[in-house]
């Protein structure tokens, strides 16, 4: 696709329940990150994919949250038994190498809001 | 650890004015690169300008220019003739080669009246 694709846009779960947060990156690119920016705060990273490979998961804040990209394209964020703590947007980001982040940055999907009541 | 410091939560111009937005940052790398992104309220973040630590020029992208020092770790960027649409939130980032991941401040939100 042209952009990077997220969904759903808005979350709405009650503590306890499970998500799941899909992201669609651009066509070809073979990095995925995924980052949580909290209300007022900057993105903070939590996983980074090379193709289908979980390269980093230093970020995750718990064994809560799990993240996965089988096909080395599509990938799904999901949080299990969700707590009021983990309301923020999700962001995902793709870039289609290293060298290309570094001359393009990297480009980002509009995020997906969860709100955990 | 790398840290990415934005000590001006908030700031404001007027149309047509020029604006600068502060951040400082620490790093033990010495390749690194440098970003500022623009968060609308459509959460997208968009690429302003990029600024490669190697590169002693200033980077400029139209009406946006960065000032980079590096021995002072210092990356501030410069908005000339500030344009309504550019009210949103502004981000520095910042990542190298031993670093996949940007590491983002905590923003500075900026609006331009009329």
């Known amino acids: 696709g042209a952009g990077v694709s997220q969904s759903p846009r808005y979350k709405v779960a009650k503590r306890g329940q499970d998500v799941a947060l899909r992201c669609d990156p651009i066509?070809?690119?073979?990095?995925l990150f995924w980052y949580q920016q909290a209300l007022g705060q900057g993105p903070e990273f939590l996983t980074y994919?090379?193709?289908?490979?979980?390269?980093?998961k230093s970020g995750l804040p718990s064994d809560r949250f799990f993240a996965e990209r089988p096909e080395g394209s599509v990938s799904t964020l999901k949080i299990q038994r969700t707590q009021q703590e983990d309301s923020a947007v999700y962001l995902c980001?793709?870039?289609?190498?290293?060298?290309?982040?570094?001359?393009?940055?990297?480009?980002f999907g509009s995020g997906t809001r969860l709100t955990v009541v | 650890a790398q840290t990415v410091t934005q000590s001006q939560p908030e700031m404001s111009v007027q149309e047509a004015e020029t604006v600068t937005l502060s951040c400082t940052y620490d790093?033990?790398?010495?390749?690194?690169?440098l970003f500022w992104y623009k968060q609308p309220p459509s959460r997208q973040m968009i690429l302003v300008i990029r600024q490669e630590a190697y590169k002693q020029q200033n980077a400029t992208e139209n009406r946006f220019s960065v000032n980079f020092q590096k021995a002072a770790k210092s990356f501030s960027l410069k908005i000339s003739d500030s344009q309504l649409g550019d009210t949103a939130m502004y981000f520095c980032?910042?990542?190298?080669?031993?670093?996949?991941?940007?590491?983002f401040g905590t923003g500075t939100r900026l609006q331009v009246f009329p």
């Open positions: 980001a793709s870039s289609s190498g290293q060298g290309a982040r570094y001359l393009y940055g990297y480009t």
């Open positions: 980032a910042f990542t190298g080669k031993n670093t996949d991941k940007l590491i």
């Open positions: 066509s070809g690119h073979v990095s």
């Open positions: 994919f090379q193709n289908e490979a979980q390269l980093d």
């Open positions: 790093t033990s790398e010495n390749n690194y690169y």
